[in-house]
């Protein structure tokens, strides 16, 4: 009975939030027209070392700059209905994913949910993936395909959700390689 009551909420809300961005041409949405899911979140991908000796631990960090008035759910909504966002590798051979790291989210009211905060990143965030180069990784450069996933709502509506591919450069080299640190500006913000 809880999940139909859970799901009956989320249609409502929905609903709610989807007219109410239909309805109002007015306020600080107002836009001529709305923007594609997809636009409304630029990611890029960086690396913590400047090359990854085989056998080494490194870190892939995507940072996600929102267009300002709108907002994504956190990796852990407050709401089971909410989609989370998420983020997921598939990596070369040789290397494997240790962890994934999300920051935790902030707790915000909304006009379609004037009582019950939500947990959703703005601005920008960073988050993470652990690795590392197993000692059979080829060396040489090699991409890391990563999917970003989330929804996107602005103050009155939520877009469907989407999945958004980021690509992060990675050099692969011998065990013995010497290796340094990179992006510090991305990786000291986050503990690295």
Do not use: W
């Amino acid at each position: 009975m809880n999940k139909l009551k859970t799901l009956q909420t989320a249609l409502v809300l929905f609903s709610m939030m989807f007219f109410a961005g239909l309805a109002s041409p007015s306020g600080a949405n107002a836009q001529a027209a709305p923007m594609a899911a997809s636009q409304v979140v630029k990611a890029h991908g960086y690396v913590s070392l400047d090359r990854v000796p085989r056998g080494k631990d490194f870190e892939v960090a995507v940072v996600a700059t929102i267009h300002e008035g709108y907002h994504m759910n956190s990796h852990k909504p407050l709401d089971a209905y909410l989609i989370p966002t998420t983020m997921t590798a598939n990596t070369p051979e040789g290397i494997k994913v240790v962890d994934t790291i999300y920051p935790p989210g902030s707790n915000k009211k909304f006009p379609f949910s004037p009582t019950k905060p939500l947990n959703v990143y703005t601005g920008s965030v960073t988050l993470r993936l652990r690795m590392k180069a197993e000692p059979n990784a080829k060396i040489g450069q090699t991409t890391i395909p990563v999917t970003l996933r989330y929804q996107a709502c602005s103050m009155s509506a939520c877009l469907p959700p989407v999945k958004i591919p980021v690509e992060v450069p990675v050099d692969i080299a011998a065990a013995s390689a010497a290796s340094h640190p990179a992006n510090r500006e991305v990786f000291s913000k986050t503990g690295m």
